[in-house]
């Protein structure tokens, strides 16, 4: 016979397991991309970290709350019903993550994009900020809040959260795929590496928006229960170790490029176009013809800060 509680805790622990074996890959996956690429931008650098402190911080205070229902409050069953400040904190915790990356990814996509197709950024860019101010709007009505009993309220803004979050995720997923599949030529390498980029934002993407669904559709069909927690407490650690894992295989896909095409760095001289001419005049003699490139520095910042996120 099982318990009364399985719907509600024992989710609840099966969660934080769950989030506890995500947390040590993405812990893993922060040492390793310090590790071997210490000289990337600081903006790059800068988004890692505040993903290991907010998703630490996370974790941290979700179990911390797991203590209290479990332990200090044990036997207390009514006690199990009450909501406390961490619940909240660590809820918006991972909506913050959320957006972070979902941001950092819309910023890359507009730095590949033409002056003149900023519409899908810009849509990306929408559904985030719907999604963090839902998010937000959540936490608030929740800290409010004194029993899970009242969450049916919150089913409106719940809802708004899940599917802008499961939006902006498709939406990014399709925008890298499109944009990668136009790069594509007749270079094998070349090839193979792009193919190797849009499975992997394919996998990452669909998985974010699968969560995002989850929490949205079990959160509405099955009140009273904790089973969307499936969706809602795994879609942050996702994300961090989805960003992660990009930014960590970018020597990796580089190496496979060349491993499936050895010619791929011998360039034959007579193909190569490069800023430097020559011209044979009637009479013999050879004319030399310069063109010169300049780079802004504003340029040069640009390229190494979204170089390499996918």
């Known amino acids: 016979m099982g318990s009364p509680l399985d719907s509600t805790f024992g989710i609840w622990l099966i969660s934080l397991w769950f989030q506890a074996l995500l947390q040590g890959c993405g812990m893993l996956q922060a040492w390793l991309y310090f590790h071997w690429y ?22 941290i205070v979700y179990f911390q709350v797991t203590y209290i229902y ?11 019903l009450t909501i406390h ?34 519409v899908i950024p810009i849509i990306i860019m929408v559904l985030g900020l719907t999604g963090i101010g839902a998010g937000l709007a959540q936490t608030l009505i929740t800290i409010r809040m004194q029993s899970f009993k009242q969450l049916g309220s919150t ?5 708004l959260q899940a599917a802008s979050s499961c939006l902006c995720d498709i939406t990014i997923t399709v925008s890298l795929i ?26 990452r993407g669909m998985l974010n928006a699968i969560c ?18 499936i969706g809602l407490t795994l879609s942050s650690k996702l994300y961090m170790n989805g960003a992660l894992a990009t930014l960590n295989s970018r020597q990796h896909i580089v190496k496979k490029a060349q491993m499936s095409d050895p010619d791929w760095n011998s ?7 490069t800023g430097r001419s020559a011209a044979v005049s009637e009479d013999g003699r050879v004319h030399i013809i310069v063109n010169s490139e300049t780079r802004t520095d504003s340029d040069y910042k640009k390229q190494t800060f979204v170089e390499g996120m996918l």
């Open 38 to 59: 210490s000289k990337d931008h600081w903006g790059i650098r800068a988004m890692v970290a505040s993903l290991v402190v907010i998703e630490t911080f996370q974790i």
């Open 70 to 80: 479990l332990i200090d409050n044990f036997g207390n069953v009514p006690g199990l």
């Open 85 to 118: 400040w961490q619940d909240s904190i660590q809820l918006f915790a991972m909506f913050l993550s959320a957006f972070i990356v979902q941001m950092y990814f819309a910023y890359c996509i507009y730095a590949f994009l033409e002056k003149k197709k900023k």
């Open 155 to 159: 089913k409106p803004i719940t809802t």
């Open 178 to 203: 499109f944009n990668l599949g136009k790069h594509k030529g007749r270079v094998k390498a070349t090839n193979s590496m792009l193919n190797t980029l849009m499975v992997n934002a394919i996998n």
């Open 212 to 229: 995002a669904a989850l929490n949205m559709i079990l959160f509405l069909a099955l009140p009273g229960t904790f089973y969307f927690f």
């Open 267 to 273: 360039i034959q001289m007579g193909n190569l176009s």
